[in-house]
């Protein structure tokens, strides 16, 4: 594991995680690329914010021999689907997602509205002009198969995470305990603007301005507590392992109404 192997060029940054596990980040969120390189066996979990498409390519061409078998989507929030489309259109790749997360895919049902009077931050405060209509994947889109198999990648599984969303999932490899766990919850204090550019590293519940039921929020958090896992990457900073991972995981499962839960707020 080269968790210290951290590239940043301009607005992005890429972090080898694991011989197998590539991250790219896209502004301050944070795409996966799965597989080994030099093999067409390949996923990708999430797409970043919108106007990356082309980094993705590029890192894809370098790395593998052709392109993903398969996009898989945490969730719908607007910086994880921002380039969906159209690599989607660029690669013809199917793309997945929870049953629940469908609606907001498919152009039906917009997100609620973030709340900004929540976390007290900048990126807070400001959150309510960021985008939270549904995008239109229409037909290109599937519903995860409801055995918890990820397509394409056969040592992986999704674990149902909602709260943040209502269909968030998180993914997960049990050999070497792997967790991918995209919004539901991440490390960096992602409300302050400092925090987020300075990438200070800290375990945090999800965002807060855009999570409307706190209360599966909460028991999503204990799920993968339990899971106890070796690595986590989230959709929000840098990755986390070992006993670092366990110990602020367990913490914040623990003592999640006090670590994570606003005081105040229209969701809450």
Same mark, same amino acid.
């Given at each position: 594991?080269? /968790? ?15 011989? =197998? ?17 030099? /093999? ?33 989507? #945490? ?41 900004? #009077? ?36 056969? =040592? ?13 999932? /998180? ?20 409300? /302050? ?40 990457? #989230? ?21 999640? =109404? ?11």
């Amino acid at each position: 594991m080269a /968790s210290d192997n951290l590239i940043t060029e301009g607005k992005t940054a890429l972090e080898e995680v694991a011989p =197998d596990l590539l991250c790219l980040r896209t502004l301050f969120v944070n795409v996966l690329f799965v597989g080994t390189p030099g /093999s067409r066996q390949w996923i990708l979990v999430d797409t970043g914010m919108p106007g990356f498409a082309k980094d993705i390519i590029q890192i894809a061409e370098e790395r593998f021999d052709g392109p993903p078998l398969a996009i898989v989507l #945490t969730h719908g929030h607007f910086d994880h689907v921002g380039n969906v489309i159209e690599l989607e259109q660029y690669w013809g790749t199917p793309v997945f997602a929870h049953t629940l997360e469908l609606p907001y895919l498919t152009g039906i049902t917009d997100y609620p509205p973030a709340d900004p #009077t929540v976390g007290g931050g900048l990126l807070a405060r400001t959150s309510f002009i960021f985008p939270n209509e549904a995008i239109h994947l229409d037909d290109r889109v599937d519903a995860l198969p409801s055995d918890h198999r990820v397509p394409y990648a056969p =040592d992986w599984r999704w674990i149902a995470t909602p709260g943040h969303s209502p269909g968030h999932i /998180s993914l997960y490899r049990e050999k070497d305990g792997a967790l991918i766990a995209g919004d539901a919850f991440i490390t960096v204090q992602q409300e /302050s603007l400092w925090h987020v550019i300075f990438q200070d590293k800290e375990l945090h519940g999800p965002p807060m301005y855009f999570t409307t039921d706190w209360e599966a929020a909460k028991n999503s958090v204990q799920t993968l507590a339990d899971l106890k896992p070796e690595l986590a990457i #989230t959709g929000h900073g840098h990755m986390m392992a070992s006993t670092e991972l366990r110990g602020q995981l367990d913490r914040l499962a623990r003592d999640f =109404d006090r670590l994570a839960l606003p005081r105040q707020g229209k969701y809450v």
